[in-house]
């Protein structure tokens, strides 16, 4: 026989090896994977919460029953209050306009 046909064999324990190989790059490339992912996840959270926007704002702590549209109603400040609800979720990056009591807005200054 010549060196090019020979084929690869394994014993019972050279496969059991190999298959251990393959399984040890798998669960790296996945824990590598969900490490980049939750990295990014981070890095975007921390740019967003340091992103100005450039409106200057004041703290308001949601009271009990209130809602979004109640806390800008509140504010007294002189526009349509659709607008300030809007604003407050951009402020603040909610995903929707629900609000819960003892929770902290950052709201348009008066």
Do not use: Y
């Not at 590598?32 to 340091?50: D, I, K, L, R, Y």
């Amino acid at each position: 026989m010549s060196a090019q046909n020979q084929e690869l064999r394994f014993t019972a324990r050279g496969r059991q090896a190999m298959r251990l190989l393959r399984t040890m790059v798998c669960a790296l490339v996945i824990i590598g994977g969900a490490f980049f992912v939750a990295t990014q996840s981070f890095s975007a959270a921390a740019g967003a919460e340091t992103e100005d926007i450039g409106i200057d704002t004041e703290a308001v702590v949601v009271g009990e029953g209130e809602s979004l549209w109640a806390v800008a109603s509140n504010l007294g400040i002189e526009r349509d209050t659709r607008d300030v609800v809007s604003e407050i979720v951009e402020i603040n990056h909610l995903s929707s306009p629900v609000v819960h009591p003892g929770q902290t807005l950052d709201v348009p200054r008066r």
